[in-house]
C-alpha cells in the first residue's frame, strides 16, 4: 500500500483527542506506540468470539484460538525473516526475551568468561547482563562510543577474544536514536565464536529486520513499540540454539512427560513457553504486523527520516538547544537538553500544550552519566507524525523556554 500520512492517522482512534483543551500531539513513540483500529478490533474480536485457551481444548472456540495465535506466529516469522516458525517464542515483551537468554546464560558461563554490551543500553539490556555475570564471576564489558552516540569499533574488537561468551547490543538506541552496524558487529563476535543477542525493542518497527541476514543468535522485542498491545513480545533464536537452551520457566505447555520425580520437555517452540499464553494479545500483535507489512516499507522509511531531518534542523536553529546524539546513521529519535530548565520542567509544560514526550534517563542513566546531562526531553516519531507537528512542538518549545528563561 503507499503511504498517505493524512489516511494513516484516520485509522488511530486516539489521535483525535485533545489533552489539556489541546489536540494531541503524540512524540512519545519510543516508549510505546499507539494502536490502529484493526488492532484492537482483533482484540475485541478475540474476546468477543472465540476467547479459550489453546492447544489443548477439545472444542471449537479452543480450535478457534489456537488457529489465530499459531496464525499470529506464522506472520511474525515471515516479518523477520524467521527460518522456521518454530524459533518464535511468545513473551511478554523484549525485556523477557532478554531474561530468558541472560538467565540460560548465568547457567551455562564459567569464572572468567566474558559478556560484552555497550555504553548505550537500556537498563533491560544492562542490569540483566550485570546480574547474570555476577552469579558466575564472569566479566561484563562496555563497548564505549563516541560524542555523536556511534559505538567506537576499534575498541569492541579489542575486546573480542576466545572469552567472549555472548556480546549483546542494541539495534537501535532508544535514547539517542542510533541505529547500529548490527550486521558488522554480528560477524566480529562470530569470528571469536561469541553468541550475539541483538536488543530489536526499537529496531523492530523501523526497518526491514531479518534475522537470517543480521546472524544473530537471538532477536528480542515487543509488541507495543510496534503498533500492538502491551504485554506481549517474541524471543526469535536460532533453533539449533534455543533446543539446547535451558529452559526458563516450568509448568504447564512446556512438557512432554511428566512422573512424580522427573520430566521431559517440549519441542520448539513450546518448550521455552510455560503456563497459557497471552493469546489475545499475540493475535493483535500479529494484526498488528500484518497491518504493518501492508505498508511499502521504503516510502515509511523516507517519511521517517523527512521527519527527524526536519526537526534536527529545527533543533539546531534553537537557541540554547543541545542535540544529544547525532549520529550519521539515526531513526526518529531527538533527544535534546536545554540551556534553561530541567528535561522534566519542559516535559510538564509541554504537557500542559497537549505535547507528549519523553523526558528523564530513558531506562539509561549510565548513558546520562556518559553525555554529563541528568536526563533528556526525547522526541519520537510515528508512522502517524506530520510536519505540522514538528511546528506546533518547536512552537511550544519556544513557550516553554521563555517560561522558564
Ligand atoms: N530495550 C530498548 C532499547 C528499549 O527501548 C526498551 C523499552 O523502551 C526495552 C529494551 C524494554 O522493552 P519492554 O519494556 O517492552 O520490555
Known sequence: MSFDVQVVRKEFPILTRTVNGKPLVYLDNAATTHKPQCVI?????????????????????????????????????????????????????TTESINIVANGLSQLLVAGDEVIVTSMEHHANLVTWQQACARKSAVLKIVPINDQGELDLIEYRKMLNARTKLVAFPHVSN???????????????????ALVLVDGAQGIAHGDVDVQAIGCDFYAFSGHKIYAPMGVGVLWGKESVLEEWPVWQTGGEMISTVSYSEATWNTLPFRLEAGTPNVGDAIAFGEAVRWFSSFDLPSLQVHEKALIDYATQKANEFDGLTIIGDARNKVGVLSFVLDVGHPADIGFLLDKQGIAIRTGDHCAQPLMNRFNVPGTARVSFAIYNTLDEIDVFFDALRKVKAMLA
Open 41 to 93: 478490533d482483533a482484540l475485541v474480536d478475540y474476546y468477543s468470539t472465540c476467547n479459550s485457551n489453546v492447544h489443548r481444548g477439545a472444542h471449537k472456540l479452543a480450535d478457534e484460538a489456537t488457529r489465530r495465535f499459531e496464525g499470529a506466529r506464522d506472520i511474525i516469522a515471515t516479518f523477520i525473516n524467521a527460518p522456521s516458525r518454530n524459533s518464535v517464542i511468545w513473551t511478554s515483551g
Open 175 to 193: 535514547a539517542l536514536g542510533t541505529i547500529n552496524p548490527i550486521v558488522e558487529l554480528t560477524k566480529a563476535a562470530k569470528e571469536v565464536n
